[in-house]
């Protein structure tokens, strides 16, 4: 029997379908492709996928009665757990690029303060009207602070939302806590459900680890066969003898090692293979080679011989952002009537996804005729780098100690990147060797 929390989540969604459907405008963008959206997520393919879970489920399921930690009172949970966190988990397994990170990842959504936290709010549940209140408060504030949190001037708005959910989960476990003092549960009844929300998902790791493996191995056969050659049942033996089976080392057998297809038999597959390996060695030591002399020159305000600043921190990220500034400014001339754009900044530089601060630093101007631009931005050992363009294409180079002055192409310190040779700077990779 469905909890009033669980009564409350149906009605909400059953209420936001129909909601969709009966309004015409959401109709007519929605209707037309549920049929298509059906037809994927039932390709045979897929279905495949959803009876071999079901089956990994069920096999837990029956070990976890053998010991004692199922009852059919549970299958309620079973159901609820395989769909929201089994299913997806299995999907989710096909990114992850070591085995390690799938595992913390598995125990951070099991047995983490939050997983803990739902199971206790679980237990006591409000009534099915205060339900629905709480959870379309809740879903509410949740969306408005992901609105607020794009736009930092909307911080205070954020600020506001996110003090609501937390008066809002402190009232759930206050809630929660008198209720389990005035009408105890069954003890015996809710240890066994939170070892085997424990169970379940925990006893399934080698399973999503071999499925990760498996939708890696068919991506790399499907990269093979579109530009190297088909891997023959040979050559896949050798891959999986050659990776030993670690799904970190797969993860690393990237485009760069297409000619595997080429080969023929298991012994030059091996040979192949072998040689891969000492090639992902050799580019990890060059990393970490890498990685010291970053960390050795930092605060280091010199140049080295060719005169590329030593204190390198943040150079390969600023050069890329710039770059892609370059190439949405170029994207976006045309659209913006043949001139060059001020205000679509902070969306393009998308600072958290790339590891850098919500004030990044990056800064573009135009010429008042907007023909001409320059974006830059000073790294955290001082040295300021830049791009810029004076027509459509062109792409110009900086690098200094302070920001630009003049326009591209009206002084020396800017290098025409297509005709002369790049600032010492800008010519050095600072990529990362892996």
């Known amino acids: 029997m469905l909890s009033s929390r669980e009564s409350a989540t149906l009605i909400i969604i059953f209420a936001a379908i129909v909601a969709m459907l009966l309004w015409p405008k959401t109709r007519r963008g929605v209707v037309?492709?549920?049929?298509?959206?059906?037809?994927?997520?039932?390709?045979?393919?897929?279905?495949?996928?959803?009876?071999?879970?079901?089956?990994?489920?069920?096999?837990?399921?029956?070990?976890?009665?053998?010991?004692?930690?199922?009852?059919?009172?549970?299958?309620?949970?079973?159901?609820?757990?395989?769909?929201?966190?089994?299913?997806?988990?299995?999907?989710?397994?096909?990114?992850?690029?070591?085995?390690?990170?799938?595992?913390?990842?598995?125990?951070?959504?099991?047995?983490?303060?939050?997983?803990?936290?739902?199971?206790?709010l679980d237990t006591a549940p409000l009534a099915l009207g205060w339900e629905i209140v709480v959870q379309l408060a809740a879903i509410f504030f949740g969306a408005l602070t992901a609105v607020a949190a794009t736009r930092p001037e909307w911080a205070p708005v954020k600020r506001l939302c996110d003090v609501v959910l937390a008066l809002l989960g402190a009232?759930?476990?206050?809630?929660?806590?008198?209720?389990?003092?005035?009408?105890?549960?069954?003890?015996?009844?809710?240890?066994?459900?939170?070892?085997?929300?424990?169970?379940?998902?925990?006893?399934?790791?080698?399973?999503?680890?071999?499925?990760?493996?498996?939708?890696?191995?068919?991506?790399?056969?499907?990269?093979?066969?579109?530009?190297g050659g088909p891997l023959t049942p040979a050559l896949v033996a050798a891959l999986l003898v050659g990776t030993r089976l670690r799904l970190g080392l797969l993860a690393k057998f990237t485009g760069r090692y297409s000619d595997l297809g080429r080969k023929s038999g298991l012994r030059e597959g091996l040979a192949y293979m072998r040689s891969f390996r000492e090639d992902v060695a050799r580019r990890e030591r060059e990393e970490l080679e890498r990685l010291r002399t970053l960390d050795e020159h930092t605060g280091n305000s010199g140049l080295d011989d060719h005169g590329a600043h030593l204190d390198r921190r943040e150079f390969d990220v600023t050069k890329d952002r710039l770059d892609w500034i370059w190439t949405c400014q170029n994207g976006q001339f045309d659209r913006q009537g043949g001139r060059y754009w001020t205000d679509l900044l902070d969306w393009i530089v998308d600072a958290e996804k790339h590891g850098l601060p919500r004030a990044h630093g990056f800064a573009v101007e135009v010429t008042r005729d907007g023909q001409m631009f320059r974006a830059w931005r000073r790294t955290p050992g001082g040295a300021v780098l830049g791009v810029g363009g004076r027509e459509r294409g062109s792409k110009f180079l900086f690098e200094g100690e302070e920001p630009p002055t003049p326009w591209p192409g009206e002084a020396l310190a800017w290098v025409d990147a297509v005709r002369a040779e790049w600032p010492p700077d800008w010519d050095k990779s600072d990529r990362t060797r892996l």
């Open 32 to 120: 037309p492709h549920l049929k298509p959206l059906m037809t994927a997520a039932f390709a045979p393919r897929l279905v495949a996928v959803y009876l071999i879970v079901l089956a990994m489920c069920v096999l837990s399921t029956l070990i976890a009665r053998a010991v004692g930690l199922w009852e059919p009172a549970l299958l309620k949970d079973t159901v609820i757990t395989t769909f929201t966190v089994i299913l997806p988990m299995t999907f989710r397994s096909m990114n992850f690029t070591t085995g390690g990170a799938l595992t913390h990842r598995l125990i951070r959504e099991t047995l983490t303060l939050a997983a803990l936290l739902t199971l206790y």
């Open 171 to 227: 009232f759930l476990i206050v809630w929660t806590t008198v209720r389990l003092f005035q009408e105890p549960p069954d003890w015996a009844e809710f240890f066994r459900s939170l070892f085997f929300g424990f169970w379940l998902p925990l006893s399934l790791l080698p399973f999503f680890y071999l499925f990760g493996f498996y939708a890696r191995t068919d991506a790399v056969r499907a990269r093979a066969r579109a530009f």
